[in-house]
């Protein structure tokens, strides 16, 4: 019996034991936050999390990207960053060993080209992005995607200017071998703020792109963190903002496309999926609400699109949309301005 009655104290002391380890470990989180804002900004941009594992960004063709060349360009000293072009799947068999020269060239043709910028985590070779290149591609675009500096094989240290410059200088370079043809900006999640960030400073000095397109948007870096799943255990605890929400400021990441979209002049097409467990789809709304009325869109058609959350599309599945093609040809394809939701 007393044998019993001391293994079960011990049993609770040894319990006692974790959850004050666990205790002390939740209390220090925001502290130790607060105190390196270098943190915060490593969760947001996941740029070390490098999924799926062991790809050779070399090779697309690896990724059944069999119409796909991979050049690297130089935006600045000691940056360089990786770039995939997939042509219109209707050439596949043409591009058979051919070079980069060959691809450059192709942009020249009568083809759309849609510049995308992907989220955090991951690279260009992310499965769910590789799919959504094939969908494009064989709806007649030119997909043009790469990784920000200091993700994938891209060299450099990330940071918000320094992504919205390399989208500065691959839009540039497309724009260099495209002749007339149009030129589309499709960003998603975090490449939302990038692309807002970019096609602002495009229609600033007066060189807007013929449409952006983002998909699972935000209003602002600081509501989607506070919005965020990983967020859940700590949104109430007491000085939520200082420890968590403030650093990233201080960082110099604002990622703000709710201020942004009161500057862009061009048409905008808004996705987002119902049961987005990631960025919440209010969130995306409130953008839209933001975005309809602003007199920078006085002359451009803005559009919002939701999908069901039957649909189970959720954070980046919406390339899976049997209706994406028609949204796309219907948007991408008129001209005069107008309101849809």
Known sequence: MFDEIRRRKGLWFRLRKVLLCILGLYI?????????????????FLNFVRV?????????????????????????????IGVWHTIPAAWWKNAQGKDQMWYEDALASSHPIILYLHGNAGTRGGDHRVE????????????????????????????????TYDALHVFDWIKA????????????????????????????RETPPDALILESPFTNIREEAKSHPFSVVYRYFPGFDWFFLDPITSSGIKFANDENVKHISCPLLILHAEDDPVVPFQLGRKLYNIAAPSRSFRDFKVQFVPFHSDLGYRHKYIYKSPELPRILREFLGKSEPERQH
């Open 132 to 163: 959504l290149y094939k969908v494009l591609s064989s709806l007649g675009y030119h997909v043009v995607t790469f990784d920000y500096r200091g993700w994938g094989d891209s060299v450099g240290t990330p940071s918000e200017r320094g992504m």
């Open 52 to 80: 799926p594992f062991f790809i050779d960004l070399k090779k697309p063709q690896e990724q059944g990207l069999n119409h796909t060349c991979n050049y690297y360009l130089q935006p600045e000293e000691d940056v360089t």
């Open 28 to 44: 220090a989180i925001p502290f130790l936050v607060r105190l390196c804002p270098a943190i915060q900004a490593k969760l947001i």
């Open 177 to 204: 071998r495209s002749g007339d043809n149009p030129v589309y900006i499709w960003g998603h999640s975090l490449g939302t703020g990038v692309a807002t960030n970019l096609v602002r400073r495009l229609c600033e």
